[in-house]
């Protein structure tokens, strides 16, 4: 699997918050690869969310079912 383009390149933190400039395109793509794993039906609620994290390469999104994880930066 080939990783899309950045979706930022230079994400700052502020505090335990994170501030992102990004188009909204780019982040709806990264969003909606890494949804075909959350599970709506899951008995574990935090399967049903998108982790954001800072990298120093942008923003990583990521989503797992605990059987396939999907990873986007």
């Known amino acids: 699997m080939t990783n899309p383009s950045p979706i930022l390149s ?7 918050a994170l501030e992102i400039h990004c188009l909204k395109e780019e982040l709806l793509r990264g969003v909606q690869l890494v949804q075909n794993t959350i599970s709506t039906r899951s008995t574990l609620p935090i399967l049903a969310n998108i982790l954001f994290e800072s990298t120093e390469q942008g923003l990583r999104l990521s989503s797992t079912d605990l059987e396939v994880g999907i990873r986007c930066h």
């Open 10 to 16: 230079s994400p700052q933190k502020l505090g335990n």
